[in-house]
Nanobody, 116 residues
Framework: QVQLVESGGGLVQPGGSLRLSCAAS????????MGWYRQAPGNERELVAS???????NYADSVQGRFTISRDNTKNTVYLQMNVLKPEDTAVYYC??????????WGQGTQVTVSS
């Protein structure tokens, strides 16, 4: 059974840092892209960052220079290092993985709250 398990969310003060992790498992096929979306109350889900199997990255303008996405292909795991966090980064963060057979699957979501 394919699953993505996220960890690392929580409460942090403005200016602080958090690191999210997402481990994918349950499929013998190859993962192409992985990434993170987020959704704040009342807002649509938006792309935060993505990374290809070759390491090419893409970021939302709002997080460029503050967030870094990386992945370990040997562990089918994607990470999101979030620095200089702002209250507007508060949201539920969802990871995803795109398999070359089977398509996209999502994690369960992890809450990130930035507040003093």
């Amino acid at each position: 059974q394919v699953q993505l398990v996220e960890s690392g969310g929580g409460l942090v003060q403005p200016g602080g840092s958090l690191r999210l992790s997402c481990a994918a498992s349950g499929s013998r096929f190859r993962i192409t892209a992985m990434g993170w979306y987020r959704q704040a109350p009342g807002n649509e889900r938006e792309l935060v960052a993505s990374i290809t199997s070759g390491g090419s990255t893409n970021y939302a303008d709002s997080v460029q220079g503050r967030f870094t996405i990386s992945r370990d292909n040997t562990k089918n795991t994607v990470y999101l290092q979030m620095n200089v966090l702002k209250p507007e980064d508060t949201a539920v963060y969802y990871c995803y993985a795109d398999w070359n057979v089977g398509g996209r699957r999502w994690g369960q979501g992890t809450q990130v709250t930035v507040s003093s």
